[in-house]
């Protein structure tokens, strides 16, 4: 009797049983190390700086977005210089940077509708 998807009877259970006890003890790892940041108190870093965090993850998305650009750039003009045969793959890089461009506008757009209200309110 013959497997699913190329797993053997008793070693893929085996398999599947490791990598299970694997995620269970990365997880349980995870919330050993968060546990004591958490019940340390109330830390004055991030409170120090609130928008810092925002304004990193924001700049680190547009330059992931800028960098999946490129990427696409790249491939496409390496498909048609002929250098890369695989459309697929050059499909695939576009599509990911047009997704990623189209995001970063509707954060934008989120942002500047934020912004406008908050000028439009009264004090």
């Known amino acids: 009797m013959s497997g699913i998807g190329g797993i053997g009877p008793g070693g893929g259970i085996q398999q599947i049983l ?11 790892l995870l919330q050993q190390l968060h546990a004591p ?5 109330i830390s004055t870093a991030p409170e120090a700086n ?8 924001l700049s ?3 330059s992931s977005v800028n960098a999946s650009q490129g990427r696409a750039e790249a491939l496409s003009s390496a498909y048609e210089k002929g250098e890369v045969t695989d459309i697929a793959q050059v499909m695939l890089a576009r599509q990911e940077a047009g997704i990623g461009f189209e995001a970063t506008l509707q954060v934008r757009n ?10 439009r309110m009264g004090v």
């Open 50 to 57: 609130p928008a810092g965090g925002f304004t990193d993850a």
């Open 37 to 41: 940041a958490s019940g340390a108190g």
């Open 60 to 62: 680190h998305a547009i």
């Open 18 to 28: 490791a990598l299970r006890q694997q995620i269970l003890d990365r997880s349980q």
């Open 110 to 119: 989120r942002l500047l509708s934020a912004y406008q209200d908050i000028m």
